[in-house]
């Protein structure tokens, strides 16, 4: 019971702390704010782990590629969201990788729930059961998988809702995206998204079917209007694997909204 409260304080007091950085680096003075941040990081690293002391300093200078990168996070991204993301995702830590469904609104080629088929899904009691007693043992970051996890959207919010502590990332072809559904993710705070797209729009809707990168794009649009925290997934093939290290590529899913990119060898199920 009292390293139940313990913890909880100490989440707390990393709350207000992320609150603080939050605030100063969305302020009009976050370059002389952010300054003294990595200062007083960098001093509290030090001795506990110097490296990541140095690594802070040499990337956060006024100019450099991360500075950007954090600026335009405050800048496009729910601050809700940013908040819950690095509390349950980086504060608690720890990752499990779950189906909640194997079914699916597309047919991709290679992919082996289009073998399987749409019959097998957890309950939400089963998805309850299974994210309570992974936090039992410590595990607060889950990655839903599929099958395509939006087609149990409802009981995604409603279990992250529930599991206000622990952080979602859900791997997802995105063709499910409302706006409806963008507004519980603000309201909930601790949903993230890795999209699949496997390159412009010949080389990813040859494998995912017509209209697919359109959907994507749309879907990219509307959760960067909204301040969702996304990414993408990408398979990469002998046919695809220079389009999507391209710098045109890269710079497309910047554009976009996109905060960070899975690249996974394509491992297909069937002819």
Known sequence: MQSKIAHAAERTAFGFALDGIINAASSKDREKNLDRLVDMGSKLLKDTAPGAARGLRAGLYPGSKWEQFLFSLMDEVDHNIIKTTVLNGGYEAAFRLFDPTTACNKHCIGCWSAEYGNRYNLSFDDMDK??????????????????????RKKDIVKLAEKHNDCMFNIFTNASLVDQAFCDDVKRVGNIAFSISVEGFEDSNDGRRGDGSFQEVMAAMDLMKANGLLFGTSTAYTTKNYKTVTSDEYLDMLIEKGCRYAWYFHLMPVGA
């Open 130 to 151: 299974l994210v309570s007693e992974a936090k039992a043992l410590g595990t607060h970051m889950f990655m839903l998988t599929g099958g395509e996890p939006l087609v």
